[in-house]
Each structure stands twice: as C-alpha cells, then as structure tokens.
C-alpha cells in the first residue's frame, strides 16, 4: 500500500516534533519528521502536505511520521473572522498636529481627506483581562523572556496567542522579529505575509479611509506591512518591498513606524544592511 498524502495546518513547531491539524478530521495530532531541524523551512499557520508512512497511537496522542511534500499559505484553515473596524471621522492632521507640519502631510493633503479607522486588535489578553495590568499582556511578556534566552518559552507563549485566535497579528509579528534576529528572513517573510494576509481580509484592495499610527489598536497590522516590507528587502524583492511601503505610508500618513525612511533609502539604492546602519 503506498503512502497517503494529506493536508494539515501546522499549529506549533517544537524542537523534535510539530502540532498539526488534519483538515479532513478536524483532529489535532503530533508529526514526527524523520530528520533533524525538518522544521526550519516552516512557520505555525502555513498548510502542509505530508505524505504519511506511518501512524500510531501513544497515550491517547495520535502520531504520524512521513515527508513534507509541499506547503503554502492558506487562510482557509485557519477559520479567520475578520477583524472589525470602528470608523473615527475625517482625519485632518493640520486639526490634529498645526499647520506648522502641513508640509509633512502635502501628499495626503493634495488626495483630499479621508475617513479614519481603527482596526479590532486580538488577543487573549484583549479579549478576555481588560482590565489586568498591561506588564500582563502575552506578548510582552514572550518578549522579555526571549530577550532574556528562553527562546522556547518566549515561542510557546506567542503561538498559544495563535492558538487562542489566528488573527492575533502581534503574535504573528513578534514570531517574526525573533526570526530577523537569527536572520531567518525567508520564515520571517511567511509570518508577515499571513499576519497581512488576516489584515487584508478586512482592509480590502477597495480601501479608501487612513488607518492613522495614533489609532492604537491599528499599530499591529501597520507593522505587519513594515515588517513585511523589511523581510522583502531582505531576500532581495525590492519592488515589492517598496510597494509594500508606499502601502503602508498611504494607509497611515502619520507614519509613526517610520515608512517613508525605507521609501526614500530603497528609491536611492540602498540596501538594507546599508539602510540598518544609518538607522
């Protein structure tokens, strides 16, 4: 009989094994590769396709073990309700900064002034402990032990923000800040690239309203853009990094991330170790 293959979303990448979902069953089981770091290639919300050799049934835990055969970037899986927007009237930054900055905002002023939004934010701490101290908050929480060199910690308290909603874009960031900082750039991509995706489930290619960096709960899916665009540039798609920039400036004039410094440094030819080093 010859080895089957199937689809599975891949929920939490450990050290000898994987949590995955079998999308035919709904179950969620344990993947075994047969070689070391199989998992390198891969990031928690990417669909994988396994050619099963082998399964078994341990403690009431189902194993598989076998080859990946392909994997891509599906939102289907993952069962994603779209984030909510709160509309907040005109935005007008002269109203809101004074026309001494009016030069600062010519590109938008020249547009005409559009409506702002704020985008719905998830977590677990969000949803569920309001009213708890931010120091509290998962996420940065996973940031301090990470910085501090519990990667492992630090990685199982962001995917269990996934686990608790994939639409958690700060999980899907913070994911991909530690794999800038071991210069995984092409996992780093793929954890942008779903974090945008989420976000563009709600913020349409039909679009025409600001989503201003002064809007608190916009920050997350602005930095999924800017990071996004940063692991473009890393891998050397420049023209889609600057396209991704430009999106990201447009949707937030106020530009508290700093956008239009990748703009102007990838239109003069940097590259972004070059552009690293200025900034």
């Known amino acids: 009989m010859s080895p089957s293959c199937k689809d599975y979303l891949l929920i939490?990448?450990?050290?000898?094994?994987?949590n995955i979902k079998d999308l035919e069953t709904g179950r969620e089981l344990l993947f075994r590769p047969k070689r070391q770091h199989y998992f390198m290639d891969y990031v928690e919300g990417e669909t994988l396709g396994i050619t099963v050799e082998k399964e078994w049934e341990y403690k009431k835990n189902k194993y598989i073990t076998g080859e990946i055969t392909g994997s891509r970037i599906d939102l289907g899986p993952m069962e994603i309700k779209p984030l909510g927007l709160t509309e907040h009237g005109i935005w007008d930054p002269i109203k809101i900064y004074g026309?001494?900055?009016?030069?600062?905002?010519?590109?938008?002023?020249?547009g005409g002034l559009r409506m702002s939004y704020e985008m719905e934010q998830r977590s677990s701490y969000k949803l569920e402990k309001p009213e708890d101290d931010p120091f509290d908050d998962p996420i940065c929480m996973a940031m301090d032990l990470f910085n501090s060199g519990?990667?492992?910690?630090?990685?199982?308290?962001?995917?269990?923000?996934?686990?608790?909603?994939?639409?958690?874009?700060?999980?899907?960031?913070?994911?991909?800040?530690?794999?800038?900082?071991?210069?995984?750039?092409?996992?780093?991509?793929?954890?942008?690239?779903?974090?945008?995706?989420?976000?563009?489930?709600?913020?349409?290619?039909?679009?025409?309203g600001v989503l201003p960096w002064g809007a608190i709960d916009n920050r997350p899916f602005l930095r999924s853009l800017h990071g996004y665009g940063l692991a473009l540039w890393?891998?050397?798609?420049?023209?889609?990094?600057?396209?991704?920039?430009?999106?990201?400036?447009?949707?937030?004039?106020?530009?508290?991330?700093?956008?239009?410094?990748?703009?102007?440094?990838?239109?003069?030819?940097?590259?972004?170790?070059?552009?690293?080093r200025n900034n």
Not at 12 to 18: D, G, V
Not at 99 to 110: A, G, S
Not at 250 to 270: E, K, M, T
């Open 234 to 276: 890393h891998i050397g798609e420049k023209n889609d990094a600057l396209k991704t920039f430009k999106r990201c400036y447009s949707l937030a004039p106020d530009d508290g991330i700093g956008v239009r410094f990748c703009i102007n440094s990838l239109q003069d030819g940097l590259t972004i170790e070059e552009f690293s």
């Open 99 to 110: 026309e001494d900055l009016k030069d600062e905002f010519e590109e938008y002023l020249e």
């Open 12 to 18: 939490h990448i450990k050290s000898k094994h994987a």
């Open 150 to 208: 519990d990667i492992e910690k630090a990685s199982a308290m962001l995917v269990n923000e996934l686990r608790y909603d994939w639409a958690c874009l700060d999980a899907h960031n913070h994911l991909a800040i530690m794999d800038d900082r071991s210069k995984s750039y092409p996992e780093m991509k793929k954890r942008y690239e779903i974090a945008v995706e989420i976000g563009n489930l709600t913020i349409t290619d039909d679009f025409k």
